[in-house]
């Protein structure tokens, strides 16, 4: 059974356009039945709208085998009153859901991914950690790095580590890679164990060293941020190394075809 990534592994991060070998992957899956579920850290807009997306694209993903952050928010953020830093659209799903994003007297620091975060943004997350050790940090998800339009940014889990030196504070993570995030999709399997798992990502610290960590098979795929071996395995520790390295989800739809899962 799977746990499948999006950005960089099912869709390109330019066009957000099929990879290649996605459709026929998911066409495989649903075919002989081998239980999946797509995993992605995607808060931009809500979760019905870009599985929507998803599917016109040709994905073919039931509703039962779809899994983002935002589905399970309400289990970590106790309370309405949080400083919210993202996207725009990220921002505007919180308000809808009646979130006080900018509240004064703050429970939760909530950070989502937004390329262009300022020295004052950080400051005034600095400012408000520092003042109450009451408020809790949150990120929702650890990703290391992003790709927007061709360039990497630093993900939302970098600034988390980031702020966690400055202020010696810790964080939690809402998606990938914390474990009540994978659990949820294993319990959407009806599963118990996660050596029965393999995860397949573009993203080697922010997807597959968590998946690793409890147990899963992983499977780094070179379609998304990460270009070059070069630039990752060399700095990774030898148990953190992915089991499998594919090109594309491409070759993955080649390996499970031929072997008639």
Do not use: C, W
Request: proline share 3%; no cysteine; glycine share 6%.
């Amino acid at each position: 059974m799977y746990f499948i990534d999006v950005q960089g592994t099912l869709i390109d991060d330019i066009e957000k356009k099929p990879i290649s070998g996605s459709i026929d992957l998911i066409k495989e899956l649903n075919l002989k039945k081998v239980p999946y579920i797509i995993v992605t850290n995607s808060t931009k807009q809500e979760s019905v709208i870009f599985l929507k997306y998803l599917n016109e694209i040709g994905l073919e993903i039931p509703k039962s085998r779809y899994l983002d952050p935002l589905m399970v928010l309400e289990n970590i953020l106790l309370s309405k009153d949080i400083l919210a830093f993202g996207v725009d659209g990220f921002l505007q799903v919180l308000k809808n859901r009646g979130y006080k994003i900018d509240s004064e007297k703050p429970k939760t620091i909530l950070l989502g991914v937004k390329h262009d975060y300022s020295y004052i943004e950080y400051s005034q997350i600095i400012e408000t950690l520092l003042a109450n050790p009451e408020i809790k940090l949150v990120g929702m998800h650890g990703t290391s790095i992003y790709s927007k339009n061709g360039v990497r940014f630093a993900g939302v889990g970098a600034i988390l580590e980031m702020l966690k030196f400055a202020t010696n504070r810790d964080y939690k993570i809402v998606g990938k890679p914390s474990k009540t995030f994978y659990k949820t999709a294993l319990n959407m399997l009806g599963k118990k164990d996660f050596s029965q798992v393999t995860m397949i990502s573009d993203d080697l610290k922010g997807d597959l060293n968590g998946a690793k960590s409890l147990g899963m098979k992983t499977v780094f795929v070179l379609s998304g941020k990460i270009k070059s071996l070069d630039e990752i395995l060399p700095y990774s520790s030898e148990n953190k190394k992915p089991d499998f390295i594919r090109n594309s989800v491409k070759d993955i739809f080649l390996d499970i075809s031929q072997k008639n899962v």
